[in-house]
Nanobody, 124 residues
Framework: QVQLVESGGGLVQAGASLRLSCAAS??????????WAWFRQVPGKEREFVAS????????SYADSVKGRFIISRDNDNNTMYLQMNSLKTEDTAVYYC???????????????WGQGTQVTVSS
């Protein structure tokens, strides 16, 4: 049983930084978890792709809205993925979800495992 546990969400002011973590437990890092990603969702809107990373080689991809501000990374030894969020804007306010799947794609349907979601609120 694979479990993704997120942490790091909270309330911050615009311009501040925040780092989200996603730790995996259970039988992890098989062929079904070659790609990890972050998504976010605002009530009433569809889940939006934020960033992804291919676990084996660390290649990453970002949504245009976060390029230059967010950095995705992973720690092989600790089985943990991170999302460093800098220069946060009020538009970044959303529930952020950790996900893993067999391929590195931007659509949520490609991901099999999901975390519970963590709230990020950016105030002006």
């Amino acid at each position: 049983q694979v479990q993704l546990v997120e942490s790091g969400g909270g309330l911050v002011q615009a311009g501040a930084s925040l780092r989200l973590s996603c730790a995996a437990s259970g039988r992890t890092f098989s062929s079904s978890m070659m790609a990890w990603a972050w998504f976010r969702q605002v009530p009433g809107k569809e889940r939006e792709f934020v960033a992804s990373i291919r676990w084996s080689i660390g290649s990453s991809s970002y949504a245009d809205s976060v390029k230059g501000r967010f950095i995705i990374s992973r720690d092989n030894d600790n089985n943990t993925m991170y999302l460093q969020m800098n220069s946060l804007k009020t538009e970044d306010t959303a529930v952020y979800y950790c996900a893993a799947g067999p391929s590195q794609r931007s659509a949520s349907r490609y991901y099999t495992y999901w975390g519970q979601g963590t709230q990020v609120t950016v105030s002006s």
